[in-house]
């Protein structure tokens, strides 16, 4: 058997995105609308300002666009700024095995490598799927024991993930793409003790810019070892630790197709951390039934696995927020809806939330499953005597739960709230149309309506 780094390089040679199931397609030009929404929603957050600060400081130009600015920047510079903004918020979509964010990394670096090299709507959307199978095979062969020993896979998943989907579109001989890979291997990092902070963001930046970096570097004739995946001191190995990995899924690429798998691709229904989404739809739906009725107890049945990204109980600034089930439960309870004006330092300090946050107990409950999709059974008790409970077993936005085109459309003008409304409404247009055989420097392309959408406040 061939090196891993061999075979899938093949796959991302030998993939023909016209063989790529319609479905798949669809799904990859969902997630890419709703990655493009969440990453100029991110243009307004500190963490950009700190980028924008930091690549003037260093001096970077260039044409690769950059989310909500006028200017572009340097292609891997664009890849850095684009994947942290797409990830600010946390209303990016994800993946499981992975327990990560696919397009926050995909998408800038696919970006990026288009501004280098040139691309049709259809061979981006190839490229997607290509990137998004590498995230889904690398977690199920490495999960839950990576995440479980702090690794943040949106980075140390991601970073291999981007240089696949630009090694596609940089053309890259199969000697060259296995080059890419080894490179790749080497610069994957993340830390998970970063959540809550706006360096959990920037690991999805950091992917994006290494994969592009990555294929450049190999194009260019730097190389690497082909077993950086399989060697005693390689990828595997070291990422894993002693909960071990499973090399099956990587001499597997595209069996199953991992955009098409039952848990492979989720979108966000709220801009929080996964493990909260079905705490939170519970929490509404139980507001609704209670109606005046006036709590004195939450309890919030979670799996064990909720606790591992559920880091903060009373979080002190939004960021830390997106991470407390308590803090989103309360959220949801007090104002009716769960949206990007959620997470904001009034509410955060808001007594009534202090209050609701102290009466809430969040525990293991084994009657919940095994936890990989973060259920929640959420039960209030109130001051009158009532009992309220309700369960969730799996979040809106997941395959069997798919955003409608309506749903689609109105998070994403919701992320383009401080755009012009014209702009924004063009541009959602021009994504929905985007798989086809027309180049993304073309006027018609949505690449150029992204480069309209500049932020209306500089």
């Known amino acids: 058997m061939g090196s891993i780094a061999r075979g899938l390089s093949d796959f991302i040679l030998e993939m023909r995105g016209e063989a790529l199931e319609p479905l798949a397609r669809q799904r990859a030009v969902d997630a890419i609308t709703d990655c493009v929404g969440c990453m100029l929603a991110g243009a307004d957050e500190p963490l950009a300002e700190s980028l924008r600060r930091a690549l003037r400081a260093a001096g970077g130009t260039g044409a690769a666009v950059r989310a909500g600015e006028a200017v572009g920047g340097a292609p891997l510079d664009a890849a850095l700024f684009n994947g942290a903004l797409a990830h600010a918020l946390d209303y990016d979509d994800t993946n499981h095995p992975a327990y990560a964010h696919p397009s926050a990394v995909l998408v800038p670096a696919l970006l990026a490598a288009a501004a280098l090299e040139g691309c049709s709507g259809s061979e981006f959307v190839t490229a997607y799927v290509i990137g998004f199978e590498v995230f889904g095979k690398l977690g199920r062969a490495m999960n839950t024991a990576h995440y479980r020993r702090g690794w943040h896979a949106t980075a140390t998943f991601g970073t ?3 240089t696949a989907a630009v090694a596609r579109v940089l053309r890259l001989t199969r000697d060259q793409t296995v080059m ?6 080497s610069s994957a990092g993340g830390l998970r003790a970063n959540f809550g902070s706006m360096v959990k963001p920037l690991h999805a930046g950091y992917a994006a810019r290494n994969g592009v970096l990555a294929a450049v570097l190999a194009h260019a004739g730097h190389d690497a070892s082909e077993e950086a995946f399989e060697h005693p001191y390689g990828y595997l190995e070291l990422f894993s630790g002693e909960g071990g990995f499973d090399p099956e899924p990587l001499h597997s690429w595209g069996r199953p197709l991992e955009i098409l798998t039952p848990y492979g691709l989720a979108l966000k229904p709220f801009p929080s951390c996964g493990a909260t989404h079905t705490g939170i739809e519970a ?3 139980l507001r609704a039934q209670m109606g005046e009725r006036k709590p004195i107890r939450i309890e919030a049945g979670v799996s064990e696995l909720a ?3 559920l880091i903060h109980v009373q979080p002190h600034r939004p960021l830390e927020g997106k991470f407390s089930l308590h803090y989103c439960i309360a959220a949801a309870l007090i104002e009716g809806e769960v949206n990007l004006g959620s997470f904001r330092q009034a509410l955060i300090e808001d007594p009534r939330v202090a209050a609701l946050i102290e009466m809430t107990q969040m525990q293991a409950d084994p009657s919940v499953g095994d936890g990989a999709e973060f259920p929640t059974r959420l039960t209030i008790h109130t001051e009158e005597g009532g009992r309220f409970s309700c369960f969730v077993p799996l979040a809106q936005g997941k395959p069997d739960r798919w955003f409608s085109e309506d749903r689609m459309r109105s998070k994403f003008l919701d992320c383009l709230r401080a755009y012009d409304a014209t702009d924004a ?12 055989p027309v180049q993304l420097g073309d006027k018609t392309a949505w690449v150029s309506r992204l480069k309209a959408c500049v932020r209306s406040v500089p």
């Open 283 to 285: 929490a509404l739906t």
């Open 307 to 309: 606790f591992a990204p």
């Open 160 to 162: 291999l993930a981007a």
């Open 425 to 436: 409404m063009a541009l959602f247009d021009s994504l929905r149309v985007m798989d086809q």
């Open 180 to 185: 890419a890979l080894g490179i790749a291997a």
